[in-house]
């Protein structure tokens, strides 16, 4: 994989990795509850396991540990992972806080939500 970030494309890099390779970042900012890890699990049951789990290459999860919890209350041995590789520690410690924090930081457009909740409703 290139170095260079204006060419490196980390989408095509989706790995599947045994969870037990997986581990948590010792200083993760995030708390994720009983609660939201039921939420998870059932958003894993519903969906399947569609948003990788970024990591280090040593398998430090960067982004995903919520994830990774959820997935392995529910047996699942193999997860889908982004390793990243291109970025330095300091990079990658950004890129936790960041990848946290930018998803708070938008607004949601309640008029387009209440279509779209309204259409699901009407498909049930």
């Given at each position: 994989m290139s170095k260079n970030?204006?060419?490196t494309w980390?989408?095509?890099?989706?790995?599947?990795?045994?969870i037990n390779n997986l581990n948590a970042y010792a200083q993760n900012n995030r708390i994720h509850n009983a609660a939201s890890i039921d939420k998870l699990k059932v958003s894993i049951a519903t969906f399947g396991y569609v948003i990788p789990v970024l990591a280090a290459a040593?398998?430090?999860i960067i982004a995903g540990h919520g994830r990774v919890e959820a997935a392995k209350t529910r047996g699942i041995a193999n997860i889908p992972v982004v390793v990243v590789d291109h970025l330095?520690?300091?990079?990658?410690?950004?890129?936790?806080?960041?990848d946290n924090k930018l998803a708070e930081l938008s607004d949601w457009n309640e008029a387009a939500l209440h279509i779209e909740l309204g259409e699901l409703m009407d498909l049930s």
């Open positions: 970030m204006n060419q980390v989408a095509d890099h989706v790995v599947l990795t045994p040593d398998g430090t330095s520690d300091p990079q990658i410690r950004a890129l936790r806080i960041a």
